[in-house]
């Protein structure tokens, strides 16, 4: 059984920073893609950015040129930088590993952008 396990989130002021980790108990090169997503309250969780096996990364509309999704293979660690930081972008992240049809999901943390 696949475990993620996420870290990093907090409360920030708009125009900060923060770092997400998330720890994958296997190894990430087995996945085919490895993702987060986010869920504000009151909305669906939405896609944010989404790294590939062969490294090709995608992101939403809202967070392209301020957010950096990236891997360490020896770590077995997906990262999310987060820069610009905007009250809109408070919500509770997920991590999600795809290994074909089959997803797995962290527990989320929670982002918090205010002053």
């Known amino acids: 059984q696949v475990q993620l396990v996420e870290s990093g989130g907090g409360l920030v002021q708009p125009g900060g920073s923060l770092r997400l980790s998330c720890a994958a108990s296997g190894s990430i090169f087995d996945f085919n893609a490895m993702s987060w997503y986010r869920q504000a309250p009151g909305n669906q969780r939405e896609l944010v950015a989404i790294?590939?096996?062969?490294?090709?990364?995608n992101y939403a509309d809202s967070v392209e040129g301020r957010f950096t999704i990236s891997r360490d293979n020896a770590k077995n660690t997906v990262y999310l930088q987060m820069n610009s930081l905007k009250p809109e972008d408070t919500a509770v992240y997920y991590c999600?590993?795809?290994?074909?049809?089959?997803?797995?999901w962290g527990q989320g943390t929670q982002v918090t952008v205010s002053s």
């Open positions: 790294i590939k096996s062969g490294g090709s990364t």
């Open positions: 999600n590993a795809q290994y074909y049809s089959i997803m797995y």
